[in-house]
């Protein structure tokens, strides 16, 4: 594992490198076969492979966590420009908000460093499995659109770092646990819970309460019986007679 603080000291020896010797994905290959902790035989076969190999098998998956846009990001991580489906650049991310890439169009230099902004055309942002980076951390003043129950068959639901059902887990929920839901997909909802935030398979999550209605920050309590019924409590309750 190449720690991001190498991977970016690697990309910026190659800095004036001509594009012409060394374009955008090179440069991503380059680092990681020469980076301390690297592997000299890493290969892909370009952006859109790259970006893409997240949806592919454990053995093809070159990149463990993606995202849509530039926030959260963070030394090491690679970022993309797409059009559309089309990631046609990439370049890595420093420490200075910066991004190091092999650029055709910036005066014909090759590899440059330049801003990391959506002004500059930079749309997502990946981690690779070779580089070492710290996982985003969650926005601590973001607001949930709702709650939701884990209402799984039987165990505990995954949290995973990605939006897709492949994505790596980095925790699990408890069946019956009450999850604050930051933001939803086609089928996967964006959830709190423990101070962990990530991705759970919103099949196994039911709205129960709207964030807006529970400022007083009420508990709840699930009583589930062994044929999977669920019912919630809202409030403060106590066994008056057993």
Sequence with gaps: MIRAEDAIREARKLLGTPYAQLDCI?????VIRRAPGGNPAYTTAGTNALWRSSEMTAKYRDLTWRQDGLD????????????????????????AGTVIHSSSTQGGRG?????????????????????????PSPVKDEQPIWRAIVMTASGA??????????????????????????????????VAYGGVTGWAASEYLSRHTDASDDKDDAPHTAL?????????LA??????DD
């Design 26 to 30: 090179n440069l991503i290959k380059a």
């Design 72 to 95: 959260g990001a963070a030394a090491g991580m690679i970022a993309f420009k797409a059009d559309g489906a089309d990631f046609h650049h990439a370049g890595i991310v420093t420490d």
């Design 111 to 135: 590899v440059v460093e330049t801003p990391l902004t959506a002004a500059e055309g930079w749309t997502h942002l990946a981690i690779h499995r070779h580089i070492d980076v710290t996982q």
């Design 157 to 190: 639901l995954n949290l995973r770092t990605g939006n897709w059902r492949e994505s790596d887990i980095i925790g699990t929920i408890p069946k019956g646990a009450v999850v604050d839901v930051l933001e939803t997909g086609e089928d996967m909802w964006r």
């Design 224 to 232: 589930i019986r062994d044929d999977g019924t669920t019912i919630i």
């Design 235 to 240: 409030g403060r309750w106590r066994v008056a």
